[in-house]
Structure formats: C-alpha cells, structure tokens
C-alpha cells in the first residue's frame, strides 16, 4: 500500500517536473520516507516475530552442541590485572592450564604460573590435587557422576532462559569472521518469575547475543550486571567468544561435524571490601583443541571408554 501511495504522489508531480527531467526536492524527500517507513514495517516484524522463533532455535541448537563440547581438551591461558583508586596496576598474574580428562571429567591442570612452568612446592602442591583427583573419580558412582555433568554445564547467565524470563529484540546483523550474525538484546522483564536459583541469578543481567544464522548458535556474547552481587559492584561486564571448528572430511561419507567452542572469555568489574576499591579485567583464551579420543558411555550399572568409531555392542 505504502508502494501506491507514493506512486500516485510521483504521478501528481510529474506536472512540476522541469527540463532535463530533474526532480523537485519534496519529491526526494517523500521517496526517502516512503523507504524509511517500509523499512521500519520489516525491522518491526522481524524484532516481534521472528526472535522468538530464533532465540528458540539457538537454544535447541546449544543443548546439541553441549555433548559435542565435552569431547574436547585444550589449553587455557588465565590473566588477571587489578588497579588502585589512583589507576596504578595493583596485582598482574597469569597462569596455563591444560583441560584434559581425568577418569573420564573434564580437569583443569594448571602447568604455569606468570608464564613460568610451576616447579618446587607449587608442582608438589598441583601433583597432590591431580593425585585426589583421580582417586575421587574412581570412587564415584554412575549417579555422581551424571551429576557432575550436569552442574558442570549450569548457566546462570540470561542465556538460559532468554524465550521465558527476557525481553528480546533485533537490533541488527553483523557480520563475524565472514558469517552473518542476528544480534539480539535481552533485558529481564518486569515481572519475571524465576524458578530457581539459576534463573533468579539470571535476572541480575542484560545480554547481547550474536547469532550465527546458519548454525543458529551463539558466536559472541556480551552481558553486564544491573545490581551490585556480593563485592562487586553494579556495571560489571563480560565478553565471551565463540570459535567454530569443523570435522575434516570422513573417508565414509558421512557429513562433517560442526562444533562451536568457547574461545575467550573478557571481564571488567569493580571490586568493593570495606573502604577499598579495586578494578579489574581478567580475560582467558582457550586453543590447541583436540578431540578426546575415547567416547564416556555413563550405563546403568557401569562406565564403558568406547574407541571412537566403534559401536557399542
């Protein structure tokens, strides 16, 4: 209809129109807001209709993705820097981790400390925590250890509950590492009703999300604090990226695998003790991701490490 309008409003200028066919200025101008307000009908819709159906599907799509997650070891490198009320650096630390598996969990072994390998009582202090470790492990029980799992991959992020808890909208598209993202805010409602824990501690937040529109999975996640929580104060922000590897080609034919990571993790707060005031940014990378090569099978009554490839019988 808005495509009629302004035809018939062309066709009655026509007559104004002088040599040369130039336009007059008030034709330009009704063209560009015909434009506008066409766009500004499609963003509505996509923002009303179409989030909903997205954020619904990146959710499906990360429950999948979260099994392929756990078959990865990789190293992390942790920093950590602290500033006085005057600015002046306080604290610089950093620290490499290798995430491999123990007993068939995941286990964070730390291997340096402000980038020199630990050696001395540090070494004897890690050895003695891998040592427990494993032997915690192997005296879990199947029970245990689906437990584990399962509070391992708890969210307490808006991410959790973005379709029940969230006001959500469309904002733009972005393009990341050559892929077209659908970038969502999401701020909590004013009468949200968590259901637990998790979902109260949700609500703390707002969230920007960045979604691949062909994997329909998180690629970038941006959130920050609205209240105080314990030390540290009202404003806290973190970063998460994703990275996204794919299977090399399998020799049967079968399709390539796609898994998405967790790449960097940035985080800038301000931490309140007493009279003292500190900020800070602590960011870890992860790399050197390599699949885990047996698949943990939790049975009823007993754990199996099935060879990758092989069926279980």
């Given at each position: 209809?808005?495509?009629?309008?302004?035809?018939?409003?062309?066709?009655?200028?026509?007559?104004?129109?002088?040599?040369?066919?130039?336009?007059?200025?008030?034709?330009?101008?009704?063209?560009?807001?015909?434009?506008?307000?066409?766009?500004?009908?499609?963003?509505?819709?996509?923002?009303g209709?179409?989030?909903?159906?997205?954020?619904?599907?990146m959710?499906?799509?990360?429950?999948?993705?979260?099994?392929?997650?756990?078959q990865?070891?990789?190293?992390?490198?942790?920093?950590?820097?602290?500033?006085?009320?005057?600015?002046?650096?306080?604290?610089?630390?950093?620290?490499?981790?290798?995430?491999?598996f123990?007993?068939?969990?995941?286990?964070r072994?730390?291997?340096?400390?402000?980038?020199?390998?630990?050696?001395?009582?540090?070494?004897?202090?890690e050895?003695?925590?891998?040592?427990k470790?494993?032997?915690?492990?192997?005296?879990?029980?199947?029970?245990?250890?689906?437990?584990?799992?399962?509070?391992?991959?708890?969210?307490?992020?808006?991410?959790?509950?973005?379709?029940?808890?969230?006001?959500n909208?469309?904002?733009?598209h972005?393009?990341?590492?050559?892929?077209?993202?659908?970038?969502?805010?999401?701020?909590?409602?004013?009468?949200?009703?968590?259901?637990?824990?998790?979902?109260?501690?949700?609500?703390?937040?707002?969230?920007?999300?960045?979604?691949?529109?062909?994997?329909?999975?998180?690629t970038?996640?941006?959130?920050?604090?609205?209240?105080?929580?314990?030390?540290?104060?009202?404003?806290?922000t973190?970063?998460?990226?994703?990275?996204?590897?794919?299977?090399?080609?399998?020799?049967?034919?079968?399709?390539?695998?796609?898994?998405?990571?967790?790449?960097?993790?940035?985080?800038?707060?301000?931490?309140?003790?007493?009279?003292?005031?500190?900020?800070?940014?602590?960011?870890?990378?992860?790399?050197n991701f390599?699949?885990?090569?047996?698949?943990?099978?939790?049975?009823?009554?007993?754990?199996?490490?099935?060879?990758?490839?092989?069926?279980?019988?």
């Amino acid at each position: 209809m808005r495509t009629n309008i302004c035809s018939k409003a062309e066709r009655r200028g026509d007559k104004g129109r002088s040599g040369g066919g130039a336009r007059r200025p008030w034709r330009v101008w009704l063209a560009l807001a015909c434009m506008f307000a066409m766009a500004c009908a499609a963003a509505a819709q996509e923002t009303g209709g179409d989030v909903a159906a997205q954020l619904q599907r990146m959710q499906s799509s990360v429950q999948k993705n979260g099994k392929l997650q756990q078959q990865f070891t990789s190293d992390e490198i942790w920093h950590n820097v602290n500033y006085g009320k005057n600015g002046k650096k306080t604290v610089d630390e950093s620290a490499k981790y290798e995430n491999v598996f123990v007993e068939g969990l995941p286990y964070r072994k730390k291997v340096e400390s402000n980038g020199k390998p630990l050696n001395g009582k540090a070494a004897e202090k890690e050895e003695k925590r891998y040592e427990k470790a494993v032997e915690e492990r192997r005296g879990m029980s199947i029970a245990q250890k689906r437990h584990w799992w399962r509070m391992g991959f708890t969210y307490s992020l808006p991410i959790c509950c973005l379709t029940t808890l969230f006001d959500n909208r469309i904002v733009r598209h972005e393009t990341i590492g050559g892929r077209d993202t659908i970038v969502v805010e999401s701020t909590p409602k004013p009468d949200a009703k968590p259901a637990n824990d998790a979902e109260k501690s949700s609500l703390n937040w707002k969230e920007t999300t960045w979604i691949d529109t062909a994997d329909a999975m998180p690629t970038r996640i941006e959130v920050e604090s609205l209240t105080d929580a314990g030390h540290f104060a009202k404003g806290m922000t973190t970063r998460i990226d994703f990275t996204r590897l794919v299977d090399s080609p399998l020799p049967d034919g079968q399709p390539q695998q796609t898994v998405w990571l967790q790449q960097s993790v940035v985080s800038k707060f301000h931490f309140k003790l007493m009279w003292m005031g500190v900020s800070g940014e602590t960011d870890q990378t992860w790399s050197n991701f390599k699949r885990f090569h047996v698949d943990l099978r939790l049975l009823e009554d007993s754990v199996e490490e099935v060879p990758q490839g092989q069926t279980q019988p």
